[in-house]
Structures are given as structure tokens and as C-alpha cells.
């Protein structure tokens, strides 16, 4: 049976890849809203006064809305990620009783990340 440290370790890993994803989603939309904007500014020759404010509306919610969606997500992945980091810590250096309550506490972690 693998000990709390490589739990803890695993999901470390886990939790930094959703944090990569969820940054990799957030700028992508950013930069989606920036292109949306930018084409709004080109086409404005062509467009209509209404047309231009809906298409422009559209790429600054891209920006502003969608893609500050992903902080909370972020913020909490990142916090989450440092009570693991100092669990793991303290396994290598806790008692045999601290020890079986930080496993019990990383063994309960690791059947939530399962559980979604």
C-alpha cells in the first residue's frame, strides 16, 4: 500500500494539472475576446453602428466575463495545492498518531479527487 506522501504526491500532480488547464482555458477565451474585438475594429468600415456595438459587446464579454470565470477555480486549485504540500511535509516528520491522522486526511483527499 503506497504511503500518504505519494497520495499526497499524486494529487499534487492533479491539482497542478487542473490549474495549467483552467489557465490554459482562461487565456485562451481572453485572447478569443481580444481577436473578436480587434476584427470589430477592422470590419468597422463595413459594419453598421448597431452591428459594430453588438460585435464589440460580444469579444468584451469574452474578455471580461468568460475569462475571469477561471480565477476562482485557480485561486482555489492553488490553495489546495499548498495544504497538500504542507501535509506532505509533515508526514515525513510527525508522530506515529499525527502520522495516521494526516494518512486518514490524505486518504479521504484522494477518494474526493476520485469522486469528482
Do not use: N
Not at 499526497?8 to 474585438?37: K, M, N, P, Q, S
Not at 453588438?54 to 480565477?71: D, K, P
Not at 495544504?83 to 510527525?94: D, G, H, P, S, Y
Request: some cysteine; overall charge neutral.
Amino acid at each position: 500500500m503506497p504511503k500518504c506522501e505519494e497520495y499526497l504526491e499524486d494529487l499534487i500532480g492533479i491539482e497542478h494539472r487542473a490549474v495549467r488547464t483552467f489557465c490554459l482555458f482562461g487565456a485562451g477565451i481572453f485572447f478569443l475576446g481580444l481577436a473578436v474585438i480587434g476584427c470589430s475594429f477592422v470590419m468597422s468600415k463595413w459594419l453598421g453602428s448597431d452591428s459594430f456595438k453588438l460585435i464589440f459587446g460580444v469579444g468584451g464579454g469574452f474578455v471580461s466575463s468568460l475569462s475571469g470565470l477561471q480565477i476562482k477555480e485557480i485561486v482555489g486549485g492553488r490553495s489546495r495545492i499548498a495544504v497538500m504540500e504542507t501535509l506532505k511535509a509533515r508526514a515525513q516528520i510527525a508522530d506515529e498518531q499525527e502520522r495516521k491522522q494526516i494518512e486518514e486526511t490524505a486518504w479521504k483527499l484522494f477518494q474526493k479527487a476520485a469522486a469528482g
